[in-house]
DNA sequence: GGAATCCTTTACCATTTGGTAAGTGACCAC
DNA sequence: GTGGTCACTTACCAAATGGTAAAGGATTCC
């Protein structure tokens, strides 16, 4: 409920709702709603990067690798939606909540830009940003997933079959970014 | 401030004091908090419509008027970031308003589709769903300038270098999707 | 059986929120 | 100058919201 409707849009009153309990029994469990909240952020965070790590564990660095990576944020984002809208959300809540979510998934995101860096230095990848392969991969797989406006709009649902339509989309991207065969993009 | 903070963390005294008036002045010129959630969003597809219409106008179809839209909907979205949070925050919304909104985008995304499936007809563009080019850029484009924790994650900021970097990879994965010389991404 | 702990509930409460009603001053027509 | 409209304010209000306090019920331990 916090990310689809937000945090400040979802009272305790319609959690506890939701979860069949009175208000006083989620307040029983956490401490304030804030607290829920962070405990949530706390988990959303973790379980994301969970997620990319096991994900990067399979193959060694490569192209291999990022294919892995990216279809398990993909598959990720599919199946779990309101891990995006958490993400999402956390840019509106206070700057603790920005940092401490932040320090979960800096690590991760470190990794995978040293990872693209030195994958450009060994000439596996063709150079360019790591920054913009990384921000413009995470536009792409969270956008997809977090704005179902924009997928009626073109006339599409999120089906298994864009699923995979939207997935290889978001592969080839990355293959025409990082494939040193391809001419530079730059016109 | 319904976009930076959303439409439910958004109370009307807030709003009031930004303005330096009462909550009461902001009732006489709109019926009510949704009224004027109303007027905003139509204001702002208004806006966003008439941005697009304009850029399109420029150019005959083809790749000129392909990257002229692409440069003034990513102007645009830099801009006035505030008009992209708009548009994701109607996704929380009653469907009255994602109806709204929808039938004064519709057309323009309509024409936008047409334009890019004729292309493909007469060779101009290559051939590909044109509903995943759409969506793929209205997700590079929003995605980059509505989540400033992603940037920050991978240590940028929202300066002009870093647009100048952004617009052109917005740019790039339009022309390596849509150039013919291009081999087909499907692997 | 009784005590204690755990979980949940019913009662409340202060504050906030969207909204109504009734004024008040400025400006304008005549 | 006087009546009327406009823009805005003060004065309220009912409902919702986050949160506290206290009171059951289970379950477990002895």
Redesign the pocket.
């Given at each position: 409920m916090f990310a689809e409707r937000g945090v400040?849009g979802?009272?305790?009153?319609?959690?506890?709702a939701q979860l069949?309990?009175?208000?006083?029994?989620i307040?029983?469990?956490f401490?304030?709603?804030?607290?829920?909240l962070v405990e949530v952020l706390g988990l959303a965070a973790a379980e994301l990067v969970a997620t990319l790590e096991e994900a990067a564990a399979v193959s060694q660095p490569g192209r291999a690798q990022v294919d892995e990576i990216a279809r398990a944020a993909f598959a990720l984002a599919v199946r779990r939606p309101d891990l995006v809208g958490l993400l999402r959300e956390v840019s509106r809540l206070d700057q603790a909540h920005v940092t401490s979510v932040l320090a979960v998934l800096q690590p991760v995101v470190d990794d995978a830009l040293s990872a693209l860096s030195s994958g450009m230095d060994s000439g596996i990848f063709r150079r360019s940003d790591p920054r913009l392969i990384l921000l413009s991969t995470y536009s792409l797989v969270t956008g997809v997933v977090a704005d179902p406006v924009a997928l009626t709009a073109v006339g599409m649902q999120l089906d298994v079959r864009a699923a995979v339509q939207l997935r290889s989309a978001v592969l080839d991207f990355l293959h025409t970014s990082l494939d040193p065969l391809h001419e530079t993009g730059t016109h």
């Open positions: 400040a979802t009272s305790l009153d319609d959690l506890a069949g309990v009175t208000k006083q029994t307040l029983y469990h401490k304030s709603k804030n607290g829920l």
